[in-house]
């Protein structure tokens, strides 16, 4: 099933020298995407490329016959990665050859298509692409958002991480301004450390479990500091995964401190009291850039299937071409045999129609002299029966006058 949202937010460019697949395929791709700019020369893609690089109109894919008219599709491919390394591009050809396949790999073609194309597996591969396309987008966006956040986040947050144990193995300053502990006392215990006595173990045994599972665990918590002194904060724990991949490999703990009137009866800090008031706004923006990134990363977490699926078809494609290249090998030679062979019972069929034409010629002389002789003969008959039917009306005329007589003697 196609993501027709998706597909309706790319441009795509189309370059196809034959008009009436040009024609076919531009009709199906402009009912499918947003744009489709369809070209029949590879000079005139060229300039249309550039044009969009240059200006704000970004292209998310090129669509290249490998057979133009003016230039090859690989010599386009070539001209395009000159300006843009990364921008996705599939090659069409009517037949797989060694030479351009081993010149779409080294120009990192995304896919190789061999005609007839179906319309509907063009667009699955430009939607997936795409898609591969988007999720590394947005992955870089991610990081980006948690690297922006992050300094914001250590002036009003208490941050630590710990390891899949529990254990912490990292606190920012405030942290530790908090809750009066050290960094060396705070390596390798766990956040039970800063736990309430009054606090139902529970809620830590369900808080472990859940993050475990892979999912983010939000909620209200008191804690104590060294001192023992008495505040609230308002808790996220997110999985942390490892790179390109659903294992998880540490959790985070983002802690913003309450700002009600729990917090303000137990009078905790004048500072503390004071920040709070201070950066109210501050810690607002950060809860939303917070949510907003947890809301990115939940997102991230039911697409990882979808990219390791498509990192799969890319891995399949890659022992396709190979299997390609490693059959392709002494196509050419056997071609040219076979060519040869083609020829030589062309020159025997050529030679037996001529035999066969000139026998042709000469029966046809002799229908044609046959034709002549028994039309002649035609109106020879013609002529005879037209005679005979004249005496047959003579004869009748005799036998009558002799009949008439016959009956004037009896009488």
């Not at 937010?9 to 199906?28: A, C, G, K, M, R």
């Not at 899949?164 to 530790?176: D, S």
Request: glycine share 2%.
């Amino acid at each position: 099933m196609f993501n027709y949202a998706f597909l309706k937010t790319l441009d795509i460019l189309y370059v196809e020298s034959d008009t009436e697949i040009n024609t076919y395929f531009s009709e199906i791709l402009s009912k499918q995407f947003k744009t489709v700019n369809s070209l029949v020369s590879g000079s005139e893609a060229l300039e249309a490329f550039k044009k969009d690089h240059n200006s704000e109109n970004i292209l998310n894919l090129v669509i290249i016959d490998v057979a133009l008219k003016d230039m090859s599709g690989v010599k386009l491919l070539e001209e395009i990665r000159n300006i843009d390394k990364n921008i996705p591009i599939i090659l069409t050809t009517d037949k797989i050859e060694v030479d351009p396949l081993l010149s779409a790999i080294e120009y990192k073609a995304s896919d190789y298509l061999q005609k007839p194309i179906n319309a509907k597996d063009l667009v699955f591969s430009v939607e997936r692409i795409c898609q591969n396309k988007y999720f590394d987008k947005l992955r870089e966006e991610t990081q980006k958002d948690l690297e922006d956040i992050r300094s914001v986040i250590n002036e009003v947050a208490l941050v630590s991480k710990t390891n899949l144990e529990g254990e912490i193995i990292f606190c920012n300053n405030y942290f530790t301004e908090i809750t009066e502990y050290t960094q060396e006392e705070l390596a390798s215990n766990k956040h039970e450390l800063i736990k309430d006595d009054a606090t139902n173990k529970l809620i830590y045994e369900g808080l472990y479990k859940s993050i475990k599972d892979g999912n983010i665990w939000e909620g209200k918590l008191k804690q104590l500091t060294k001192s023992k002194s008495e505040f609230y904060v308002y808790l996220t724990v997110i999985p942390v995964l490892k790179k390109n991949s659903n294992e998880i490999c540490e959790f985070m703990w983002i802690s913003f401190l309450a700002t009600d009137d729990e917090l303000e009866q137990k009078e905790f800090k004048k500072k503390v009291a004071k920040n709070i008031h201070t950066n109210r706004r501050i810690n607002m923006e950060a809860r939303e850039k917070i949510d907003a990134l947890i809301n990115k990363i939940n997102f991230y977490k039911n697409l990882e299937s979808n990219v390791k699926t498509e990192q799969q078809r890319g891995a399949k494609f890659k022992n396709q071409i190979k299997f390609f290249k490693d059959e392709l090998v002494g196509v050419e030679e056997k071609l040219k045999v076979t060519s040869d062979k083609a020829s030589k019972k062309i020159k025997v069929v050529l030679a037996d129609e001529k035999e066969v034409r000139k026998k042709n010629d000469v029966a046809m002389l002799s229908l044609e002299k046959l034709t002549g002789e028994l039309n002649d003969k035609n109106k020879s008959i013609k002529t005879l029966t037209k005679e005979l039917a004249e005496q047959v009306k003579i004869i009748e005329k005799l036998m009558n006058s002799i009949d008439s007589k016959e009956n004037q003697l009896d009488m």
